[in-house]
């Protein structure tokens, strides 16, 4: 049974910084990309970032570049999410996904999901 199981998130201040790791079972973790989205309240998932199977991390969404930060240990099958700088609008359920097809930015291209990590961001 593959799982993708996240950790960390919660409620901090703006300015703040926050984490969220994803460890991933049942699966050959080296062989998926590890995508990142968030979900607002009354909003679409919308796409962050990703790491590459073996490497080369890449934030896509402008609003949170410079900011947010990817990595990912092929040992410990985990991805991490780094947010530094937290603003109010950063509030969102985020999630890691697992996938292996394109586009990159697309949910359909994940085929296996964590269980969402709320972030709440208080001004």
């Known amino acids: 049974q593959v799982q993708l199981i996240q950790s960390g998130g919660g409620s901090v201040q703006a300015g703040d910084s926050v984490s969220v790791s994803c460890t991933a079972s049942?699966?050959?973790?080296?062989?998926?990309?590890v995508g990142w989205f968030r979900e607002a309240a009354g909003k679409e998932r919308e796409f962050l970032g990703y790491?590459?199977?073996?490497?080369?991390?890449?934030i896509y969404r402008d609003s949170v570049k410079g900011r947010f930060t990817i990595a990912r240990d092929n040992a410990k099958n985990a991805g991490y999410l780094q947010m530094n700088d937290l603003k109010p609008e950063d509030t969102a359920i985020y999630y890691c996904a697992a996938g292996t097809t394109s586009p990159i930015h697309s949910i359909h291209a994940y085929e296996f999901w964590g269980q969402g990590t709320q972030v709440t961001v208080s001004s």
């Open positions: 790491s590459a199977r073996y490497g080369g991390n890449q």
């Open positions: 049942g699966l050959a973790f080296s062989n998926y990309r």
